[in-house]
């Protein structure tokens, strides 16, 4: 898609996010079938449900642009996977693997958030408002998720080392 102007950027940025939303649903589906932990489960679980809704607030971001998503071919998803299940695979303990999944989790969640910022300021600049507001409250969403899975974490930590005190 060749681009003329700051719209065609928006398009292909949006599209991209687009893309990358549809792509996190699977990773994070594909991450709760791994995951023994019945906590991390519900977690990834419920990440699922929340990307599938933000896809919508995406695709009601091209309707009230006027426009349709355009094909974008980028390799960031399909590499984090690959490098994820590498890498899985290389951990021995179930406790280790949720943590891993919660951490790799987590990285993607911040790597989307960083483009969620970029078009908030993107959709202001091309005029888009109501565009922008759904891209915040995807990006507000993302955020708590981080933090969510930030809490999680130390909870895990503090409980493994409660258990390793008591011992």
């Given at each position: 898609?060749p681009?003329k102007n700051?719209k065609?950027?928006?398009?292909m940025?949006l599209?991209?996010?687009?893309q990358?939303?549809?792509r ?11 995951v023994q932990d019945?906590?991390i489960?519900?977690a ?5 449900f929340v990307?599938n809704q933000?896809?919508?607030a995406l695709?009601e971001?091209f309707?009230?642009?006027?426009e349709?998503?355009v094909?974008i ?11 994820f299940?590498r890498e ?5 303990t ?6 891993f ?7 993607l969640?911040?790597?989307?958030i960083g483009e969620?910022?970029?078009?908030v300021?993107?959709a ?8 922008g507001?759904?891209?915040?409250s995807?990006?507000a ?6 933090e969510?899975t930030r809490?999680?974490?130390r909870?895990?930590?503090?409980r493994?080392?409660a ?5």
């Amino acid at each position: 898609m060749p681009i003329k102007n700051q719209k065609d950027l928006f398009v292909m940025l949006l599209s991209n996010v687009w893309q990358g939303a549809e792509r996190s649903a699977k990773i994070y589906g594909e991450m709760s079938h791994v995951v023994q932990d019945k906590g991390i489960k519900e977690a990834l679980e419920a990440r699922v449900f929340v990307a599938n809704q933000n896809i919508k607030a995406l695709e009601e971001c091209f309707k009230l642009m006027g426009e349709k998503p355009v094909k974008i071919l980028s390799k960031m998803s399909d590499t984090f996977m690959e490098d994820f299940q590498r890498e899985l695979t290389e951990i021995q303990t179930p406790e280790a693997k949720g943590l891993f999944i919660l951490t790799k989790a987590c990285h993607l969640t911040h790597l989307r958030i960083g483009e969620y910022v970029a078009l908030v300021a993107a959709a202001d600049l091309t005029g888009h408002h109501g565009v922008g507001v759904l891209l915040q409250s995807i990006a507000a969403e993302k955020l708590a998720f981080a933090e969510r899975t930030r809490h999680f974490i130390r909870n895990m930590m503090e409980r493994k080392i409660a258990t390793q005190l008591a011992a």
